[in-house]
Structure formats: C-alpha cells, structure tokens
C-alpha cells in the first residue's frame, strides 16, 4: 500500500493539473466552403482571411480577403486583426494551414472564427494581383 499511495497522489495531482473547472479549450468552427458561401451572403460585418504565402495570395484569392501566412501567426496578435470577437472566415489552398491558423488565433482569444477549408473548393470568382 505504501508503494501505490504516491502513485495515486501523482495521479491525482496531474490530473487536477490538466482541467481547470470551467476551462475549455479555445476553439474555432468548421464549415465547409459551401456553407462558408451561405454565412457570407447573411451576414455583413467579416474579414476573409487567406493563410497561405504572399505569393499564393497574389496568384489567386478570394475578392476582399487579406493575407496574413500561417507561419507569420505566433504568439503576438496580428496587428490586422485589432477586435478579438470580429467574425474571421479562414481559409489556405487546402485546408491544412487553415485549421493551424484557425487554432493558433483561437489560443490568441480570438472568439469568431470559422475554418472554411481551401480555395480549391472555392466556387465563386477570385483575383490575382
């Protein structure tokens, strides 16, 4: 008995350790592209936000959306992205960036993101720059 009691003492420690009461993890949603078409025809006050590199974005994105690369996004906010709770459709070519993108601004406290996957599901127009 004497063996196992630390063993229970270090199990409940650690595991007290991990959840917090009322802590979630910060998280974002999911659409699908089509869904994503569906939200920006209802509602008005967004951004689009394309992860991918500078010169993904400039060969083609969608109209209006800003480019801020995955890889820029760290532990400081992005100095384009000033309201934590503004609606921020993210998307890459993909999918892939953007679900690492759409984490790491929910871990910033950003509270309204939508991941909705890559251009290449895109339907509408996009612009080259």
């Known amino acids: ?46 951004i689009i936000l394309d992860v991918r590199t500078i010169t993904e974005y400039k060969e083609k994105h969608i109209p209006g959306a800003i480019n801020i690369p995955n890889e820029t996004i760290a532990s400081e906010e992005p ?24 984490q790491k601004l929910a871990d910033l406290g950003y509270t309204n993101i939508v991941e909705i996957g890559g251009i290449i599901d895109w339907p509408g127009e996009t612009v080259s720059e």
């Open 1 to 46: 008995m004497r063996k196992i009691l630390p063993i229970l003492i270090t199990a409940l420690v650690l595991t007290g350790c991990n959840s917090a009461p009322g802590h979630t993890k910060n998280s974002y949603r999911q659409k699908t592209m089509n869904e994503a078409i569906s939200m920006l025809k209802e509602t008005s006050d967004y």
């Open 79 to 102: 100095v384009e992205l000033t309201d934590k709770e503004q609606l921020i459709y993210v998307y890459c070519r993909s999918g892939n960036r953007s679900k690492q993108a759409a």
